[in-house]
């Protein structure tokens, strides 16, 4: 289920940016906020801390408030190498209000090709990327 949550690092930043929903799990600082537990009252049996458990967001719930928030979709997109006929991912964000597009551009292949060899990474690539456009 750990996979369903953000990285601590987009967590933080996530943060940052003003993000305050209610979240299912938390990065727990007993293993070094490693770990994400969905367990509250155990959690806090466990401490008798609850202030330095920070929230982690369901990937699903960072996307929906760049949506929200801030005007800006974005997708995750299965792409065919057009050389060697091999399934890979891209992503594509754009802001609906200002119509600006950002998107994965291969570095060592031809445009149209893939980036990411899975979706799980090209989401984490993807929320990483948002982070940075409404940072600047």
């Not at 799990?25 to 906020?33: D, F, R």
């Not at 006929?85 to 600006?100: S, V």
């Amino acid at each position: 289920m750990e996979k369903e949550f953000a990285l601590y690092e987009q967590a933080l930043a996530l943060k940052e940016l003003g993000f305050d929903e209610p979240c299912i799990g938390w990065y727990n600082p007993q293993v070094n906020y490693k770990k994400v537990t969905t367990d509250k009252y155990w959690a806090y049996h466990l401490t008798g801390d609850w202030k330095n458990f920070k929230p982690a967001p369901l990937y699903q719930q960072a996307f929906r408030w760049f949506r929200e928030k801030y005007s800006i979709q974005s997708t995750i997109e299965p792409t065919k190498d057009q050389h060697r006929f091999e399934l890979g991912f891209n992503y594509w964000i754009w802001n609906t209000k200002t119509a600006e597009e950002w998107f994965t551009e291969p570095k060592d292949r031809p445009a149209g090709d893939y980036v990411f060899d899975s979706y799980e990474e090209a989401e984490l690539e993807c929320l990483k990327k948002l982070i940075e456009i409404v940072k600047k």
